[in-house]
């Protein structure tokens, strides 16, 4: 709710299409999930406006596997390889991609899986995106594994996981830190600074591309 708010208030505009990254899923939560987080997009976007459906794109980004991608001619893998074929689910639409530079070795690509597709993307539109996002992540001057969407959502995670830490505070999948004596006082932020009116990308001016993450946890 707080990012369409975002975007509306920086454009004027409402976003024609969202697509929307999900990282840590596993095969066996693809459909609770997509149920799931797709409700709440929905309520998210009728509380912005009666009747306001924009189409979505829902993508689950994974790295987390054992498939492997090796040169055959070259001294390294290229980086831009797509593998769409083969090794591929046999009716589901996804792919791998190897967006980044492997300097040694094999490398390990992005397994990305299309779960909804309202914007009735091709799939070398779909991949050419995936593609240009990984170039585009503000740490690094080359391209990385991953969209930078989720490489952002894992640190805003990961900087709200040390403010519960320091504050001492009990919040999903963990405990509290140190006895209540330890407990630091956390200084107010500028509503004007937070993450949260960062995390969108306007790719156009009527598209927005999202990111989730999911609750903190100790691990």
Not at 56 to 82: A, C, S, W
Request: hydrophobic share 35%.
């Amino acid at each position: 709710m707080e990012l369409l708010l975002a975007f509306k208030t920086t454009t004027g505009l409402k976003p024609l299409r969202i697509i929307f990254f999900r990282d840590c899923v596993s095969e066996g939560m693809f459909k609770m999930v997509l149920l799931k987080e797709m409700d709440a997009i929905r309520k998210a976007c009728s509380s912005l406006e009666e009747g306001y459906l924009p189409t979505v794109t829902f993508i689950v980004v994974q790295k987390r596997h054992n498939t492997r991608l090796f040169p055959t001619k070259e001294d390294y893998m290229d980086k831009r390889t797509v593998v769409d074929t083969g090794i591929c689910h046999p009716s589901e639409h996804d792919f791998y991609l190897c967006s980044h530079a492997g300097i040694q070795g094999n490398s390990r690509p992005a397994h990305y899986r299309v779960l909804l597709d309202e914007n009735k993307f091709s799939a070398d539109a779909l991949q050419m995106l995936a593609n240009d996002l990984c170039c585009t992540y503000a740490r690094c001057t080359r391209s990385v594994s991953i969209v930078p969407p989720t490489y952002y959502a894992h640190l805003a995670a990961l900087r709200a996981r040390s403010y519960l830490e320091r504050s001492g505070a009990r919040y999903e999948g963990g405990s509290s830190t140190g006895p209540d004596d330890s407990r630091i006082e956390l200084p107010e932020i500028d509503p004007a600074l937070l993450l949260r009116y960062l995390m969108f990308y306007p790719l156009s001016i009527r598209w927005i591309c999202l990111a989730f993450f999911p609750p903190c946890s100790t691990k």
